[in-house]
């Protein structure tokens, strides 16, 4: 069978399905980008879900990740067969909003980060500012790499940066369903004197570890620009009233001894 009558096939076969116009065209776009890659210096690389949903986003202009995630899903079953012998209607699907799901949360909020909070200041004072950022600094390398946190970079010496998990921990006792987060000195000089102070012990074990833990923050209700707004604005405001402000003493009194 030749690849072009194949296609002519498929697209009957998708037109007669009992889905709604919407569906149909979805379904016929996921079939045509299965097989795309993106490309990152000079190698090339498969796409992961999220990287799919977000090029189908793109191209169709559809922002409801969970909805192009269940049709997604739903070609994924049923691609393979031609779309033969299957449901009416397409199961709605919730994406889990953690770990289990980094394939494809992680780059949809990466993205969304990137295009709304990276390079914003966060706070100052005599100190310095913190500033917003994502891991390598380059879109595509932190999807590349899976990474699924958020930075906040210390603006002026001692260099330093808080590392703040956008999924929630799974099978981790005690502390299911939260964010973890480490806010980590870059400066050797801190790092020794980090380790000397009598409330660092309290803290963590780690020379270099400022401080650590996790924090409840409530998941966003879906995947649209406004509820993944109030996601972020609630992680910044964490960061900033429960581990910068408070852990502000110590590079105050570091300040002064140097």
């Known amino acids: 069978m030749s690849l072009q009558l194949k296609n002519i096939l498929v697209e009957s076969i998708v037109d007669d399905l009992d889905l709604s116009m919407t569906d149909k065209v979805v379904l016929k776009l996921f079939h045509e980008i299965k097989d795309d890659v993106f490309y990152y210096g000079n ?3 498969d796409m992961t879900v999220g990287q799919v949903i977000l090029k189908a986003s793109s191209m169709l202009n559809i922002k ?10 739903f070609y994924k079953k049923y691609g393979e067969t031609i779309f033969q012998n299957i449901p009416k209607e397409i199961e709605r699907k919730t994406i889990p909003f953690n770990y289990t799901s980094e394939g494809v949360l992680s780059p949809i909020l990466l993205t969304y980060f990137e295009d709304n909070y990276k390079n914003k200041i966060i706070y100052e004072n005599k ?4 500033r917003l950022d994502i891991g390598t600094g380059n879109l595509d390398e932190a999807i590349l790499e899976e990474m699924h946190s958020i930075e906040v970079e210390s603006t002026e010496s001692p260099s330093r940066v808080i590392y ?3 999924l929630q921990n799974v099978g981790s006792e005690g502390n299911e369903g939260k964010n973890g987060y480490d806010y980590i000195s870059h400066n050797d000089d801190l790092s020794e004197f980090n380790s000397k102070k009598k409330f660092y012990l309290n803290r963590t074990k780690y020379d270099e570890s400022i401080d650590s833990g996790y924090y409840k923050i409530e998941p966003p209700r879906d995947l649209s620009d406004s509820s993944l707004k109030k996601y972020f604005d609630n992680i910044i405001e964490v960061i900033v009233s429960d581990i910068i402000i408070p852990n502000e003493d110590i590079i105050t009194e570091f300040k002064k001894a140097i």
Not at 127 to 130: A, H, L, S
């Open 43 to 45: 190698n090339q690389y």
């Open 64 to 73: 409801d990740y969970e909805y192009l995630y269940s049709v997604y899903e």
């Open 127 to 130: 100190n310095g500012g913190y």
């Open 164 to 166: 703040f998990n956008m």
